[in-house]
């Protein structure tokens, strides 16, 4: 007994001693949730944000569950083992260097898909879901069309194709990233969900690259996307999560953030079947301008539609169309 207590001991101490629950060090036993509220304080200690829903996450993965309160009753009035203690152990290090959960458990759900999180590759966003929403609810070419055509500019992990995918199976999507890592996470993750054969992901810069590769299966029902919005002068100004670790390329809209909407807008009426819908994701300053933007270019045969408000109450999706 002596020796089992001091090679677990020293199998710990390997780890980083520090964080390791004392009774562990002694030998004693330690059950998710006296674990749970270990590395809560540990993680409120260090100031990183929402303590507790960090700690459950990760203690949840590691014991095979997606959240805390559905760990089955064997698992969760068990004694977590020494290899788990260990992963743990390892996933709340990185935590702790405010690595994004999504990142250290390296999937994250999408409404009702799972989606393999890398870094740098943009962690989807909860208000992302509703522009999900506002595509199937108010494209009348999604609803009418036998086949719809859809584009997706900046696809990062994948998450709003896939999931329109998911509840459109008669659709076709081209997705469009100008990162590598990007292209291939939307591939990966096409490939998990068993959509691959309805999805076409390339490598494209929509600001730099001519466009014609877009219009091999012809123009499109719909275009889609959240392309990066924010202002290069706030990029700096974002949580530390966001700013180590995710990739820029994702975020940063250039000087007043409409950079790449501005590129979308300018290539639309190319990429689009007459009568076919634009939505976009967008900062709360964005739709007027982007109104200004349509007035001074009517060239584009671009109709304002409508704002669409986020959950918050923020003007936050624009509906165009084209003539
Ligand atoms: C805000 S992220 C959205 C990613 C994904 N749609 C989501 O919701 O999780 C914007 C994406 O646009 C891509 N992107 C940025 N500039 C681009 C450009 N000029 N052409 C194509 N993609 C671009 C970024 O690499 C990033 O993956």
């Given amino acids: 007994m002596y020796l089992q207590t001091l090679l677990l001991r020293r ?4 780890v980083s001693p520090t964080w390791l629950p004392c009774r562990w060090l002694g030998g004693g036993e330690m059950s998710p949730s006296k674990l749970v509220r270990h590395w809560q304080s540990i993680f ?6 929402e ?3 960090s700690s459950e996450i990760l203690i949840a993965h590691a014991l095979g569950s997606k ?34 959960i999504q990142y250290v458990i390296g999937e994250w759900d999408f409404l009702d898909i799972t989606l393999q999180m890398r870094p740098p590759v943009f962690i989807p966003r909860p208000e992302t879901e509703e522009l999900v929403g506002l595509v199937l609810g108010a494209s009348r070419r999604l ?3 036998a086949e719809p055509l859809v584009l997706e500019v900046g696809c990062g992990s994948g998450a709003v194709s896939l999931s329109l995918l998911q509840r459109l199976p008669q659709a076709r999507i081209t997705a469009i990233d100008k990162t590598k890592a990007a292209v291939k996470l939307t591939e990966d993750n096409a490939v998990s969900l068993g959509l691959q054969n309805q999805i076409q992901v390339l490598l494209l810069d929509i600001l730099a690259d001519p466009p014609d590769p877009l219009l091999m299966w012809g123009p499109v029902d719909v275009l889609v ?10 990029i700096s100004q974002l949580d530390p999560e966001i700013v180590k670790y995710e990739d820029h390329a994702a975020l940063d809209g250039g000087p007043d953030g409409m950079d790449v909407i ?8 190319r990429l689009l079947k007459p009568g076919g819908d634009i939505f976009l994701e967008v900062d709360p300053s964005h739709p007027e301008r982007i109104k200004l933007w349509i007035q001074d270019h009517t060239d584009t045969h671009l109709q304002y539609i409508s704002t669409v408000q986020d959950f ?12």
């Fill in 11 to 14: 199998l710990l101490q390997s």
């Fill in 44 to 49: 409120h200690d260090h100031g990183v944000p």
């Fill in 51 to 53: 303590p507790q829903e």
């Fill in 67 to 100: 959240t805390f309160p559905s760990l089955p009753p064997s698992v969760a009035h068990t004694s977590v083992s020494v290899a788990q203690l260990r992963h743990i152990e390892s996933m709340a290090q990185q935590r702790l260097k405010r690595v994004p």
């Fill in 143 to 145: 609803q009418c069309s």
């Fill in 225 to 234: 996307s959240n392309p990066p919005y924010i202002s290069t002068s706030d």
């Fill in 262 to 269: 501005r590129g979308i807008l300018s290539f639309a009426p």
């Fill in 312 to 323: 918050c109450g923020r003007s936050r999706f624009v509906h165009l169309r084209r003539d």
